[in-house]
């Protein structure tokens, strides 16, 4: 059987390959993507790869931004080996190859997986380590808290509502969500916001009689509450992986991206990103030539 064989640069400069025994493939930064980019560069569905008989195919499934081959936007597209497939700030290169031969390279993984999630939790074990900037900024070994907060807690069971009134704040609750959600590739914290939304509604759906409405937005809530939590896993390893190996910069990015996750939250972990973030800027601003 044929593999479509990736070779993906993330903006931080970290680049990982991988083989997906496919011939459909999805890029984007949902969970159900095989090949998972972060969620600050791609939505949720970005392209869609395809393998034919007569060679590697991209489309287009969203455009903000939209997807480039060799720096051209397009909508569908034939993908040869040596065109830059572009996905945000993400470069990717894609080829067919025999599952035999694939295998040399990194281990073929089955349509379904998160292996840009799994490459970077291997990566972070085979550092061992965990770098951080010292108090003084000239470097050290300070261990980051253990935990990181949880994004949430228990899910909303309760409506402060009941009978008609139920209903109507069921559907303001669900209007709301649903916005949410929509921005969520460009905010992270409207992900993050979005999930008890839904959860209020369901409870308030019930409390009003409509199961079935109530089921739905449970299921939403259920879903959004296993993709984000994956994204936020996948962002704290991204971040233990650019100070592994002392990019700064891109470390930077992902403090950014993880004080969005953690927004309106409190605790050593939140104090610590804040922290870190000051001396990143300091590291990085040693870097700069002066005006």
């Given at each position: 059987m044929r593999v479509l064989r990736f070779q993906i640069r993330l903006p931080s400069g970290q680049v990982d390959q991988l083989n997906v025994e496919s011939e459909r493939v999805l890029i984007g930064s949902g969970a159900h993507c095989e090949i998972r980019l972060p969620i600050d560069q791609a939505r949720v569905e970005h392209c869609l790869i395809e393998l034919g008989p007569a060679g590697v195919f991209a489309r287009a499934l969203n455009f903000e931004?939209?997807?480039?081959?060799?720096?051209?936007?397009?909508t569908q597209a034939p993908l040869p080996p040596e065109a830059v497939l572009g996905v945000g700030?993400?470069?990717?290169?894609?080829?067919?190859?025999?599952?035999a031969g694939a295998g040399q390279v990194v281990q073929t993984k089955q349509k379904g997986s998160s292996p840009i999630t799994l490459l970077a939790l291997i990566a972070l074990v085979a550092g061992g380590g965990y770098y951080v900037l010292g108090d003084d900024g000239s470097g050290g070994d300070i261990a980051r808290p253990k935990e990181a907060p949880e994004l949430w807690g228990p899910p909303v069971a309760q409506c402060p509502q009941q009978g008609g009134q139920a209903l109507a704040f069921a559907r303001d609750r669900l209007f709301i969500a649903d916005a949410k959600r929509e921005r969520r590739p460009f905010h992270v914290q409207d992900g993050v916001q979005c999930v008890p939304l839904y959860e209020q509604a369901a409870a308030c759906f019930r409390a009003g009689g409509d199961p079935q409405t109530a089921a739905a937005a449970d299921e939403t809530a259920q879903r959004l509450r296993i993709d984000i939590?994956?994204?936020?896993?996948?962002?704290?390893?991204?971040?233990?992986?650019?100070?592994?190996?002392?990019?700064?910069?891109?470390?930077?990015?992902g403090v950014h991206i993880l004080r969005q996750f953690t927004e309106g939250k409190q605790g050593e972990y939140v104090?610590?990103?804040?922290?870190?973030?000051?001396k990143l800027k300091s590291e990085i601003g040693k870097d700069q030539p002066p005006k």
């Open positions: 931004p939209p997807p480039t081959i060799n720096n051209i936007a397009f700030q993400v470069q990717i290169y894609v080829m067919a190859a025999d599952a939590n994956d994204d936020y896993r996948t962002q704290r390893v991204r971040l233990e992986h650019a100070l592994n190996v002392e990019d700064y910069s891109g470390a930077l990015h104090s610590w990103l804040n922290n870190l973030e000051r």
